[in-house]
């Protein structure tokens, strides 16, 4: 039993129509969904599951058994029984600039080429990355820096490699407490910029914009120092702009 991850292929995609596999307070199954899955720093969504005569809100996603995804229902909520035909719909406004922000993250990690990422976290408000770092650059270079990058508007897209390809190219993880999720035989690429010469290549399984320029205005908003050798940086999105309007219905 595995589900469907619809935002592999389309990030955009805030609705679809699926099936329930199991419903219970600890979580609903679907057959497929557009909800990602709380991981790699990045949060669950949020959202809505329909279905003729009833509704209940879904307050977030998390990874379930033998890969699928669990939509959290809210307490006391009424659940739809196995089999029936259901409309999942994420809040996409905070999805969207959960997108932005990690896209402005793989922008920060290629600001900083050869420093490991030992942590992070994405928010809506304000998000993070932990560097292997003895010193970093000065707030306000970093910020220019990162709003060059999104002012080129760089295309933003992805490619699958096998485990062995990885193995003979370590220096594609920058991560170094959490390592690529292994067993399928193939690991997906994030890639900005073109391919032959890429801005940021890493191993990523979250969800990202279509082209650095919807990023929209980046601030580094603090640096921290966290240990002799890791340097905290904050960036928030102090434009809201106008969110990105979702795809159709998968």
Same mark, same amino acid.
């Given at each position: 039993?595995?589900?469907?991850?619809?935002?592999?292929?389309?990030?955009?995609?805030?609705?679809?129509? *699926?099936?329930?596999?199991?419903?219970?307070?600890?979580?609903?199954?679907?057959?497929?969904?557009?909800?990602?899955?709380?991981?790699?720093?990045?949060? @669950?969504?949020? @959202?809505?599951?329909?279905?003729?005569?009833? /509704?209940?809100?879904?307050?977030?996603?998390?990874?379930?058994?033998?890969?699928?995804?669990?939509? $959290?229902?809210? +307490?006391? *909520?009424?659940?739809?029984?196995?089999?029936?035909?259901?409309?999942?719909?994420? +809040?996409?406004?905070?999805?969207?600039?959960?997108?932005?922000?990690?896209?402005? $993250?793989?922008? $920060?990690?290629?600001?900083?080429?050869?420093?490991?990422?030992?942590?992070?976290?994405?928010?809506?408000?304000?998000?993070?990355?932990?560097? +292997?770092?003895?010193?970093?650059?000065?707030?306000?270079?970093?910020?220019?820096?990162?709003?060059?990058?999104?002012?080129?508007?760089?295309?933003?897209?992805?490619?699958?490699?096998?485990?062995?390809?990885?193995?003979?190219?370590?220096?594609?993880?920058?991560?170094?407490?959490?390592?690529?999720?292994?067993? *399928?035989?193939?690991?997906?690429?994030?890639?900005?910029?073109?391919?032959?010469?890429?801005?940021?290549?890493?191993?990523?399984?979250?969800?990202?914009? %279509?082209?650095?320029?919807?990023?929209? %205005?980046?601030?580094?908003?603090?640096?921290?120092?966290?240990?002799?050798?890791?340097?905290?940086?904050?960036?928030?999105?102090?434009?809201?702009?106008? /969110?990105?309007?979702?795809?159709?219905?998968?």
């Amino acid at each position: 039993m595995t589900t469907e991850l619809l935002f592999r292929t389309d990030a955009y995609c805030a609705e679809a129509g *699926a099936t329930v596999l199991a419903a219970g307070p600890e979580g609903i199954l679907l057959d497929r969904t557009p909800f990602y899955a709380q991981g790699g720093g990045q949060p @669950g969504d949020a @959202g809505t599951l329909r279905w003729p005569g009833g /509704e209940t809100p879904i307050l977030r996603a998390v990874k379930g058994p033998e890969e699928t995804v669990l939509h $959290l229902p809210a +307490d006391g *909520a009424p659940l739809p029984a196995v089999g029936t035909p259901v409309t999942a719909r994420l +809040d996409w406004a905070p999805r969207h600039r959960h997108m932005r922000m990690h896209t402005a $993250l793989h922008l $920060l990690c290629s600001l900083l080429p050869g420093a490991g990422v030992t942590g992070g976290q994405i928010g809506t408000e304000r998000s993070r990355l932990d560097f +292997d770092l003895a010193e970093p650059p000065g707030r306000d270079w970093l910020t220019e820096a990162l709003n060059r990058l999104v002012g080129e508007d760089h295309p933003v897209g992805e490619r699958w490699i096998t485990e062995a390809e990885l193995d003979a190219n370590p220096g594609l993880v920058r991560t170094l407490s959490v390592q690529p999720p292994r067993g *399928a035989g193939r690991i997906r690429l994030v890639r900005i910029g073109p391919e032959a010469a890429p801005v940021d290549l890493q191993p990523c399984g979250g969800t990202h914009v %279509r082209r650095t320029g919807e990023i929209g %205005r980046v601030e580094v908003a603090k640096l921290e120092n966290k240990g002799k050798q890791n340097r905290r940086v904050y960036l928030v999105l102090p434009d809201p702009a106008a /969110e990105g309007a979702a795809g159709g219905a998968a």
